[in-house]
C-alpha cells in the first residue's frame, strides 16, 4: 500500500489519479481576501433578518442542484452519507437563518454602578473568517463553521482538503446563484500551503483536521494574533453496562463505529463492556456487523464506502497489524483490502485488546470496532478517560438514569445516552471537547455564532454633569 502522490485527485473507488490538483496562488488568495473585505460592512449592515433570508435562498438552490451530490459522491466513493451532508447543510442554513436575529438582537440598555451610566452592548462580526476543513465529510464540515460565521455577519474565505476538492466548483456554482452571498464567501481550491497562507490574511479562523496540523494552525493564529477556533481528532469510547438492551447497543454502536467506513472524528473507536454482557455483546455486533455490505459495484450498492485517502488507509492497516502482533483477534473482517484499485476495510470486531495497542489510544479513523471487558462501571470509566483525546463517547445501561450518572465522569464534550453518535444529527447542545480534541469556543448550540464576534460595550453618561471626582 502506498500513498497517493501529492498534488493529483485520486478516484477513491478505483485508486485512479484523475487531475491535478489546481491550487489558488498566492496573489489570487491576497486579492479574494480583499474583495471579501471590501464587501462585509455591507454585508454586516443588512439586518440578521435579511442575512438569514439570504441563506434560506441558498438553501433553495443546494435543494434542486444535482451536480453538488455528484461531486460528493465522486470525491469520497460514497453516497449515502453525501446524501446527508447536503441534508445537512441545508438543516443547518435553515437553523441559522431561524435562530440568529434573536441571538444578534441588542438588549436593553443597563444601569452601571457608577450613577448616570448605562450600557449598550453590541456584537460586531469579524470582517473575515478562515475556515479549513478536512476531506472525511467535504461539505459538511466545510460550511459547519462557515454558515454561523455569515449569519453572524463575518466575510469567510474557506480552503477545504485537497483530497476531495471536486465539490469546490459546483458548491462555487450554488453561491453565485445568490449575489449578496456570492459577495462574502469564496471556496478555493489549494494545499497545506495554501491553508497555512490564509491563516495570515483573516481575522479569526476555524479548523478542522488531525491534531498535527491543528496545533500548527493555532500556532500560525498565535502569531498572527487571531483567536483559533480548532476541532480536532477523537478516540471516542462506548460503555456497555451489563442489563443494558445489547442488541440496541451492538447496533447504535456498530452504526457509530463504520458510518462513513469510521471515517469521522466521532467514530466509536473502542468499546467496554462490563464482563457479564462482554460475550453476548461480542457476539451480536459479530453477527451485524457481518451483515454490512461494501458499497459496490456503484456507490449506492451497500452501506460501506471506500477510504477515502490513501495515507489514512496505511494508519488503519498499522493499527490491526499492531494489534494482531500484541495478541488481538478478528471475529470479523480484519484488513484493508484493495479492489478494483480502490481500498476497502470491511467492518471488523476486535477482542483481545488492551491499552499497549495503538488501536485503543490512536485514531484509526476505519471501521474498526475493538471490544474490550471491564470489571465493572468504574472500570470503563477509568479506561475511557484514559485517553489523549476527549470528543464525545457513548453510554448504555439499564436505564437512563444509571448511564446519565456515567456519562456524567467522562472526559468528552458530548456523551450520547443510549445511541451513539447524536452529536452528528443535533447541533443544538453546546460543548467543548476535552485535551488534545479541540480548542475554543463550542461549535455546536446558540453559543457557536459567538465565536465569530466581538463583544462591544458601549457606555453612555446621561448625568447633568460629570462628578469630577473621577473625571
Known sequence: ????????????????????????????LRRTAGRLR???????????EARGAALLAWRDVLAEDRALLDALVADTGRYTESVMEVRGVAGMLERWAAQAPALLAPGEPRAAALPGVEIHQALVPYQLTGVISPW???????LIDA???LAAGSAVLAKPSEVTPRFIEPLMATVRRVPELAEVLAVVEGGGECGAELVGLVDAVAFTGSVPTGRAVGAAAAAAFIPAFLELGGKDPAIVLAGADL???ASAILWGATANAGQSCLSIERVYVEEPAFEEFVELVTAKARRIRLARPGPADGQLGPLI????AVVVERHLQDAYAKGAVARCGGAVETLDGGLWCRPTVLTGVHHGMLVMTEETFGPIVPVMPVRDAGHAVELANDSAFGLSAAVFGPDPELALEVAGRLRAGAVSVGDAGLTAFVHEGTKNSFNLSGLGGSRMG?????RFVRHQARLVNRSAAPDPWWH
Open 1 to 28: 500500500m502506498t500513498h497517493a502522490a501529492a498534488g493529483v485527485v485520486r478516484d477513491p473507488r478505483t485508486g485512479k489519479v484523475e487531475r491535478e490538483l489546481r491550487p489558488v496562488g498566492a496573489e489570487e
Open 38 to 48: 471590501e464587501a462585509q460592512p455591507g454585508w454586516a449592515a443588512r439586518s440578521a
Open 136 to 142: 472525511n465529510f467535504p461539505l459538511l464540515l466545510g
Open 147 to 149: 454558515i454561523p460565521a
Open 247 to 249: 442488541d440496541r447497543a
Open 309 to 312: 485517502d490513501p495515507a489514512q
Open 446 to 450: 446558540p453559543a457557536s455564532l459567538f
